[in-house]
């Protein structure tokens, strides 16, 4: 009789710690899940280019800039979303990739594999952006955000360029860019940054 219930006992300790491990992994997934489709805080960028801003406004078409902190993971998905951008809109664009460098970092922080990976790009300018002097002029404050302006200094496009994040795919962002650059028009203005705080 003893070991009936010891059997039985047994059995339902197995289940028990059974069950506590599927819900733990079930709330692991819904929690990287939500990270994964959770933006940055929305921010309002600047409607006109920053008159004191170091870098530079094209002239002759629209001008992208895109800040990002060196060392997001997330960040690696822009970048490529960048190459597949710039293939699409070949010579059309004046792209400026801006590194913020949050303050007390040495000299050389900033060149790993972001950096590394963003200086084998062509038709890309990269930037410096010490202590977010720049972030804070555009009012930017995730990594993987994208804005866009004609050659006026007015701001088409604010958002990121990723569906989610750390990943890549089409995505509302990107194809606005892409419609603007080649139309003069998008249905999107804005979109969601998925990415790490810059600062």
């Known amino acids: 009789m003893h070991e009936e219930e010891a059997t039985r006992w047994s059995k339902g300790f197995i289940m028990m710690i059974g069950i506590l491990w ?48 060196p060392y997001c993971p997330c960040s690696r998905a822009s970048l490529h979303e960048l190459d597949q951008l710039l293939a699409e809109t ?6 400026n990739l801006v590194f913020t460098i949050p303050k007390g970092m040495p000299p050389g922080w900033e060149q790993e594999d972001l950096w590394k990976s963003a200086t084998k ?32 200094g007015k701001l088409l496009f604010s ?19 892409v419609s603007f650059v080649l139309h003069g028009h998008a249905l999107v203005t804005h ?9």
């Open 191 to 199: 979109t969601p940054v998925f990415g790490c705080s810059l600062l």
């Open 90 to 95: 070949p010579n059309k664009l004046s792209v």
């Open 121 to 152: 790009m062509s038709g890309v300018r990269i930037m410096r952006d010490q202590e977010g002097v720049e972030a804070q002029q555009f009012g930017v404050k995730g990594s993987g955000h994208a804005l866009l302006y004609d050659p006026s």
């Open 159 to 177: 958002g990121g360029i990723t569906p989610s994040r750390g990943h890549e795919g089409d995505n509302p962002g990107r194809s606005a860019i």
């Open 22 to 69: 599927v819900s733990l992994l079930g709330a692991g997934f819904t929690l990287l899940e939500r990270e994964e489709f959770t933006p940055v805080a929305d921010t309002q960028p600047l409607a006109s280019f920053p008159v004191h801003s170091a870098i530079p406004l094209a002239q002759d078409k629209p001008t992208l800039v895109l800040f990002m902190h």
